[in-house]
């Protein structure tokens, strides 16, 4: 079991950016790890992954916006958001690819003027 806590949200207006972090309790290195979000009144889902060969991987509605990025000295996940829209507006999440742990308490982001 792996403890993660994601941290870096809040408010900001369209077309701003904020950078998420999540830090992991043990080593994760060798683990592909994901971003997740999860807006009202919809199911989580799937933002971006980072393996461990530092490959990427984007869901189209944020290719070319955001960057997910990792520090595997400091067992940390991070989520680059840029030209942030109303529609990002969600709690993000981090966890393994395939969602293997408890689910942290997520960092909420809302994109509005």
């Known amino acids: 079991q792996v403890q993660l806590v994601e941290s870096g949200g809040g408010l900001v207006q369209p077309g701003g950016s904020l950078r998420l972090s999540c830090a992991a309790s043990?080593?994760?290195?060798?683990?592909?790890m994901a971003w997740y979000r999860q807006a009202p009144g919809k199911e989580r889902e799937l933002v971006a992954i980072?393996?461990?060969?530092?490959?990427?991987y984007y869901v189209d509605s944020v290719k070319g916006r955001f960057t997910i990025s990792r520090d595997n000295a400091k067992n940390t996940v991070f989520l680059q958001m840029d030209s942030l829209k109303p529609e990002d507006t969600a709690v993000y999440y981090c966890?393994?690819?395939?969602?293997?742990?408890?689910w942290g308490q997520g960092t909420q982001v809302t994109v509005s003027s």
């Open positions: 966890n393994g690819q395939s969602a293997p742990w408890d």
């Open positions: 980072i393996y461990s060969t530092s490959n990427t």
């Open positions: 043990r080593n994760i290195f060798s683990i592909a």
